[in-house]
């Protein structure tokens, strides 16, 4: 398994090796995302998945991981999913996670993440100053689909996108 800490620190419990340990000083990686990659471990074991990072707002986390990893990741059933659920006592949404370079990267995350609630589309928005920002565009009868309140949602699709994203009803 791909995660963002080294493999020996996968299998441990309690401590992280020197250079995770700087990579968690630095913000690089977050402590949930040390949590989630050593309860995958646990739950797949030596599985070919690559997990990106784990994102938390409200009552959900979001786990973004590598290119087709998502079902092996959810499990037969939803098993994996399940268990992770009880271990950390939130709602968990698993998606690809994606290098964000413009509104396409945006909307696929926007997708992925505000389902069964459909995306419209994406804008960027210019501000005075050269300051942009994304605007998600849902139809306005898809509100009451969301997983989760729309600035809950912001705040993940900004964390996620690494920039500021807004949604936005029609």
């Known amino acids: 398994m791909k995660a963002p800490i080294c493999e020996v620190c996968l299998k441990t419990d309690d401590i992280l090796c020197p250079a995770d340990e700087k990579k968690l000083q630095e913000g690089i990686i977050s402590e949930l995302d040390v949590k989630v990659a050593r309860l995958l471990y646990k739950l797949l074991g030596d599985v070919e998945i690559e997990f990106k990072k784990a994102v938390k707002a409200g009552d959900l986390i979001v786990i973004m991981v590598g290119p087709g ?88 699709l900004s964390q996620m996108a690494g920039g500021e994203v807004k949604l936005s009803f029609i």
Request: glycine share 12%; hydrophobic share 40%.
């Open 69 to 156: 990893d998502v079902p092996v990741t959810i499990g037969k059933g939803g098993r994996n999913i399940k268990a992770l659920m009880r271990e950390l006592g939130k709602r968990i949404r698993v998606i690809e996670g994606l290098e964000v370079k413009g509104t396409d990267e945006v909307k696929k995350l926007a997708t992925d993440l505000l389902y069964p609630a459909g995306v419209f589309g994406v804008n960027v928005v210019y501000r005075p100053g050269g300051v942009r920002y994304y605007k998600v565009l849902i139809l306005g009868r898809d509100r009451k689909k969301l997983p989760e309140k729309p600035n809950v949602l912001e705040n993940l």
